[in-house]
């Protein structure tokens, strides 16, 4: 039993079988010196499906070492089918998506394009293309791969990455006959229908049928153990026979996907997200997931107990809420944003599919990834940890990657970075407040003509927050004090109102088609808003304040967050970094010798949260030195550390300065260019 350890193998005594999470397990019985008896269980170890009587034990099967069971691929498919109750064939958190279907579709039967119809079901094949050079679909193939068996006759169609061709395979051993990929099925040299096509990305892959899912680091790599198709696999299994007819076996569940490159790819975080079923073909095996549960290809019965991860469930639940969830989208963008891309300029391509899924329920849409509706708020991304500034593998197309937005930098980002953006729904406690302070536009050139980018929940905020407006059409208010709807106990003040010491608005308010409880009025999902002319305009622009501070010492390390202190070394406020700073451009204010580092400093909008909240995630809130004793709030001037390049200004850093030191600083009144 090479995959116990050896300790088990010289002191092993017996074993008995048992159940687990309804499913046959196997239970060692080792001897040692200071334990006589000390169990071994192990979700490795699989009893071998027997038959016992009438009845079969066990779960385990026996591997082909080299070749895949493909009949096993089939009734996973049909058990799915016949047994889910149609759950996984609509599932209800992406039932929001627009009903669109692809301009092409690859027939495996005829070996060719053909355009897709609404009656075709079709498979998708989600893969890396890994840098390298391969045959695609071009403006002057594109008629030559509509002509029958245009893939083996064609001269360059017959070098078509192995990956595509064992998909096609596996698509035909499957029964079925169409199946969609991006390089063949998107012409990629007509910019107008690649961008069209990449906008609809969501919708293509929540109308596929099954998703082939290949872990392989490119292309080239196959779909391996599929027989007759594709190069054989190399998957050894540890067999151990315990005593006449009872075998146990390593039952190699593989480690999570999200381990894999496939995972770490930027392109594939979309395929992953709307995919309702997927074949995933992983270090050797092959598994089906859905929302029934996991079939592993070594295992009989599916583990509804690992069901598809439970942040994948938690992101696609975003698209089914009928109201903008600013939280839900803070922790999508958060699980985005660690990925990496061949080409970083690719990086709101790879998004678009998302954005453009969840513009009908974000008012005014989206500008960079940062919503309109929130516009100032979402401003506010922060880092969690250093990041990395994405640069453009073509320096021509650099611009397109703005400083400003979380898009123009590779890295984990904060998942409170909008907390105080949550206020509009009563279930969230928050007393940490924003109010813009500028006039935003954006620019699609250098040069160019700008749009207005206005936060309207803002607007919202300040004509039914607490007032008696009468609320739009189809909204209903309700007085919530003194009955209020939760603990008022865990908000000492909610924006200080109302002025008789209740923690909680007098009102709060519901829509007719939305359970959730408001504190005013938002635009809800809407088939034909209007949106930014320019979703992806890379250049920003205000007139806005700008003052000199210098960065002081580390409050966190893990953070990248900083004491902010004015020219006379007095603490000013906190401030998170983006990147690292070379040694020794810090200081700890014990240490006058070392240079002090200059910053240029911005604000951008002001902010407010009370003293009396115990804890709060701001990085300077527990700091001796942030004024709270005599104060009621703590108010503050959200700030951008900016450097300027060819008269533009990048953003380097996120922070806040306190009001009273910022309103006595030589400001200076600037016409802000955020490139």
Not at 26 to 44: F, G, M, Q, T, Y
Not at 183 to 199: A, F, G, M, P, T
Not at 366 to 393: E, H, M, N, Q, Y
Not at 521 to 526: A, D, F, G, M, R
Request: aromatic share 12%; with cysteine.
């Amino acid at each position: 039993m090479k995959f116990l350890p050896n300790w088990y193998q010289k002191n092993l005594n017996g074993f008995h079988i048992e159940k687990l999470y309804g499913q046959h397990c196997v239970k060692l019985i080792a001897e040692s010196w200071d334990n006589p008896l000390s169990d071994l269980r192990s979700p490795d170890l699989a009893l071998v499906r027997r038959r016992v009587k009438n009845r079969f034990v066990g779960h385990g099967k026996i591997l082909n070492r080299y070749w895949i069971n493909t009949r096993e691929l089939q009734r996973w498919k049909n058990d799915c089918n016949q047994n889910h109750n149609n759950s996984c064939q609509v599932r209800p958190a992406i039932s929001h998506l627009p009903d669109v279907i692809p301009d092409w579709l690859i027939d495996t039967r005829r070996q060719c394009l053909i355009r897709a119809r609404p009656e075709l079901p079709y498979f998708a094949l989600s893969y890396v293309w890994g840098g390298i050079d391969f045959f695609k679909a071009l403006e002057g193939n594109m008629q030559q791969l509509q002509c029958e068996n245009a893939f083996s006759t064609i001269r360059g169609a017959r070098q078509i990455p192995q990956t595509i061709k064992d998909a096609m395979a596996l698509v035909t051993l499957l029964g079925e006959r169409y199946l969609w990929v991006d390089s063949l099925c998107i012409v990629q040299d007509n910019e107008s229908c690649k961008r069209d096509q990449i906008n609809k990305m969501a919708a293509i892959f929540e109308r596929a049928n099954v998703t082939i899912i290949a872990e392989g680091p490119n292309p080239l790599y196959g779909l391996q153990g599929l027989h007759r198709v594709s190069r054989p696999r190399n998957l050894p299994q540890s067999v151990c026979e315990l005593q006449k007819g009872i075998k146990i076996i390593e039952s190699r569940r593989p480690k999570r996907l999200g381990q894999s490159i496939w995972y770490q790819r930027g392109w594939t975080f979309q395929e992953h997200l709307f995919s309702r079923r997927r074949i995933i073909f992983y270090e050797g095996t092959v598994r089906w997931e859905c929302d029934g549960g996991i079939w592993y290809e070594g295992l009989g019965q599916p583990f509804k107990e690992h069901l598809p991860h439970p942040t994948i469930r938690n992101h696609q639940w975003l698209f089914q809420l009928p109201y903008p969830d600013l939280e839900q989208y803070n922790e999508l963008v958060a699980a985005f944003n660690v990925r990496q891309l061949t080409h970083p300029q690719d990086i709101l391509r790879a998004f678009a599919g998302i954005t453009s899924s969840l513009s009908s329920k974000f008012e005014g849409g989206f500008l960079c990834g940062l919503p309109v509706l929130f516009f100032d708020i979402a401003l506010l991304w922060r880092p969690f940890g250093p990041l990395k500034r994405r640069i453009s593998s073509d320096p021509a197309t650099q611009a397109c990657i703005p400083s400003w937005s979380w898009a123009g930098w590779q890295g984990e980002i904060d998942q409170k970075s909008w907390l105080p953006g949550y206020d509009y729904i009563a279930r969230i406690d928050s007393n940490y407040r924003i109010t813009p302070l500028v006039k935003w536009y954006c620019h699609e050139r250098e040069k160019s003509g700008k749009a207005r980018v206005e936060s309207t929940a803002f607007k919202y905020r300040k004509t039914f927050f607490g007032q008696d407006t009468e609320p739009p059409p189809n909204w209903t208010r309700y007085k919530c004090y003194p009955n209020v709807p939760r603990d008022a106990g865990s908000i000492v003040s909610f924006d200080g109102y109302p002025s008789d010491g209740c923690a909680l608005p007098h009102y709060a308010y519901k829509h007719d088609s939305v359970p959730e409880s408001f504190w005013y009025p938002i635009p809800l999902c809407s088939e034909t808003q209007d949106h930014l002319l320019w979703p992806t305009a890379p250049f920003l622009s205000c007139k806005a304040k700008m003052a000199w501070f210098y960065l002081g010492e580390k409050i966190s390390r893990a953070h990248m967050s900083f004491s902010i202190r004015d020219l006379d070394g007095s603490w000013a406020g906190a401030i998170r970094l983006h990147e690292r700073l070379p040694n020794g451009s810090l200081i700890s204010y014990d240490q006058k010798s070392v240079p002090r580092q200059k910053c240029e400093l911005v604000a951008i909008s002001l902010g407010h949260a009370y003293n009396s909240m115990e804890d709060l995630d701001l990085d300077e809130w527990k700091m001796k030195e942030r004024p709270k004793s005599t104060q009621i709030k703590y108010e503050f001037y959200n700030v951008l550390w900016i450097e300027w390049k060819e008269g533009f200004a990048y953003r380097k850093g996120i922070g806040r300065v306190l009001k009273e030191i910022w309103e006595c600083q030589k400001l200076k009144s600037i016409d802000l260019k955020l490139g």
